[in-house]
Nanobody, 126 residues
Framework: QVQLVESGGGLVQAGGSLRVSCAASGRSFSFYTMAWFRQAPGKEREFVAAISASGRSTYYEDSVQGRFTISRDNAKNMGYLQMNSLKPEDTAVYHC???????????????????WGQGTQVTVSS
């Protein structure tokens, strides 16, 4: 059983940076793939990035590649998403997710993950 709590969201101007965090409870976190998804008003939840349990492999949605960086610290049971060069279209509620997921196309699917956080709002003004 893993519980996830996001933090660090807020309001930022276009071009700015923000880091959101995901605090995990439970001993299994270090064995799980962790991912970030986002959901804008009126839209479906979409994949942003994923990182393998060891942290050695990462996978990004094309629209954030080169701007966002996913990372984790298993010793602290923490996950992070560093977001640079933010755009208004990045505005959404950002959720972290975790489960035993292979780092392939399945990692971008919401149904691959059992454990979810409640989300943190990120708003990018133009």
């Amino acid at each position: 059983q893993v519980q996830l709590v996001e933090s660090g969201g807020g309001l930022v101007q276009a071009g700015g940076s923000l880091r959101v965090s995901c605090a995990a409870s439970g001993r299994s976190f270090s064995f799980y793939t962790m991912a970030w998804f986002r959901q804008a008003p009126g839209k479906e939840r979409e994949f942003v990035a994923a990182i393998s349990a060891s942290g050695r492999s990462t996978y990004y949605e094309d629209s954030v590649q080169g701007r966002f960086t996913i990372s984790r610290d298993n010793a602290k049971n923490m996950g992070y998403l560093q977001m640079n060069s933010l755009k208004p279209e990045d505005t959404a509620v950002y959720h972290c997710a975790a489960d035993q997921v292979y780092m392939n196309g399945g990692a971008r699917l919401t149904r691959s993950y059992k454990y979810w956080g409640q989300g943190t709002q990120v708003t990018v003004s133009s």
